[in-house]
């Protein structure tokens, strides 16, 4: 070890990954430090219920992991980390036994919606289709680490994508539409009037029509795993079980990089009340599930589907997410569910099958949506609870234990409303700088905020190895 660490790096989630490797590929001495016998963060692979049976504690389905600026640039490959896109991206049922479609072809998804908004879709997506290289690295850029290479496009994203996604919705004529892309939103937990949840279901729709909405092979610990590899044999180290609880615990660095939320990073670090005014929004209520067989969706189009949303009218999405937000778990939740092993069958022994499912709850919530949720799957596929053969449930408490940058359960590392949505950790154009001039921030809590795309670790790496290159 050297006298001197160029970096430190606290927490191995994919963020605190990217911006090891980030700094260690431009030469920089990094150590990474984790709490967990393992690395990962939101990007595990477990085996919750049954033997053979692996599951994603957290996030399952990476439209932003395929389609990152930062993944592009590197040879994740080398070190196992494989794609699978199953037949469709995404479907979401109706109760009259159809579903509207996100496929990777605009026509096919605009033809879902029927002819009253297929074009509607089409010149909502029409203007970004084949720019997405540019757009991602320009938005998931913002605010001030790199100057846009698309500026005109950007601009025009954002005059689509700011406005609540309540107006974006007034586009479409029938509520097939305006419900899928509710449930697009809702993959952030933002009630639909927020600022900028327009971007969101904008930014996800693109997503799916440009590189899918893929699953790795073996889990997300796949990404996880091909991300330590690569930092190893750039020369970077990793502890795994180390628990940080103070700077000192750490050794001497010229920069400390915290992939934590941003109330520990101020324990740790001693930053006093930096973050106080930081607002953690709601929870989720998840179930993994093994199953004796496939899902037996009414619809046709969710049999071959990764991710399927269940929620059948914005309306009813709209008022889960009120509901929850405001401090009520809802009594007809929305859910987002995953079907990892119809592409991967090394997720599940022969013949069987793994699901995942999460609705919104409040944060801190402590209460069970089991029932909730299983009503809410058996209306759109009967007979599911007679294929279940395990289940492993986790609430806000559950998934705080589990990954510490899920304050409350809240799994986006920081409310996801208001300013907060684009402007967090605060109201800075550099948020991954703290008050001590070695401490940075780079979770989910800094822009561009939830996902396993690295986007947080690479913008925070910048600023770093900015500061060390001119001292």
């Known amino acids: ?26 030469g920089f001495a990094v150590e990474v430090f984790e709490a967990r016998e393992t690395v990962g963060g939101g990007a595990r692979t477990e085996e919750l219920t049954l033997p053979g049976f692996r599951h994603d504690p957290c996030s399952a389905v990476h439209p932003l992991g395929v389609g990152s600026p930062v993944f592009a640039t590197m040879p994740l490959d080398r070190y196992g980390l494989e794609w699978l896109h199953p037949e469709l991206p995404m479907a979401h049922p109706f109760d009259d036994g159809t ?34 290289p540019t757009l991602a690295r320009d938005f998931m850029s913002l605010p001030l680490t790199a100057l846009p290479r698309d500026p005109v496009t950007l601009a025009r994203f ?16 029938d509520d097939r539409a305006r419900a899928l892309f509710a449930g697009l ?40 795993d091909a991300l330590t590899g ?19 615990d750490l050794p001497p660095a010229r920069a400390y990089v915290f992939d934590t939320s941003p109330t520990a990073a101020a324990r740790i670090a ?6 106080d005014g930081y607002r953690y929004g709601a929870s989720v209520f998840k179930i993994d599930y093994a199953l004796d067989g496939p899902v037996p969706w009414t619809a046709e189009a969710p049999r071959t589907a990764g991710t399927v949303q269940i929620g059948p009218s914005s309306r009813e999405i709209g008022t889960a997410l009120r509901q929850a937000s405001g401090g009520r778990a809802p009594e007809t939740p929305f859910l987002i569910s995953a079907q990892p092993s119809l592409v991967d069958p090394s997720r599940a022994p022969e013949g069987k099958h793994v699901f995942w499912t999460y609705g919104h709850v409040p944060h801190g919530w402590d209460g069970d949506l089991t029932e909730a949720i299983e009503r809410q799957i058996e209306r759109f596929a009967p007979g599911f609870s007679d294929r279940v053969l395990a289940r492993a449930t986790a609430g806000p408490a559950e998934l705080f234990a589990r990954n510490a940058n899920y304050v409350g359960g809240d799994i986006a590392c920081g409310a996801a409303a208001g300013l907060q949505l684009v402007l967090r950790p605060k109201l800075s ?43």
């Open 158 to 173: 954002g005059l689509a994508g700011l406005p609540p996604s309540t107006w974006l919705m007034k586009r479409f004529r």
């Open 230 to 248: 690569y930092l190893r044999d750039l020369g970077g180290v990793v502890h795994t079980g180390f628990e940080v609880k103070r700077l000192d």
């Open 1 to 26: 070890m050297p006298s001197m660490l160029d970096a430190v790096v606290v927490g191995a989630g994919p963020n605190g990954l990217t911006a090891a490797v980030e700094l260690a590929r431009r």
């Open 99 to 132: 579903a509207a479609v996100l496929s990777r072809s605009v026509a096919e998804t605009a033809a879902s919606f029927g002819p009253r908004d297929a074009g509607a879709y089409r010149r909502l997506v029409t203007p970004f289709i084949g720019r997405w």
């Open 429 to 471: 154009l550099f948020p991954y700088t703290t008050s001590h001039p070695a401490v940075y921030l780079c979770s989910a809590a800094t822009p561009p905020g939830p996902g396993v795309h690295g986007m947080s670790g690479h913008n925070a790496a910048k600023a770093v190895w900015r500061r060390l290159r001119s001292t």
């Open 185 to 224: 939103v809702a993959h952030v937990i933002a009630p639909l009037d927020g600022l900028a949840t327009g971007a969101v279901g904008l930014m996800f729709a693109l997503a799916a029509h440009e590189g899918g909405w893929p699953l790795p092979r073996g889990g997300s610990q796949s990404i996880s």
């Open 270 to 275: 001693g930053l006093g009340r930096a973050y």
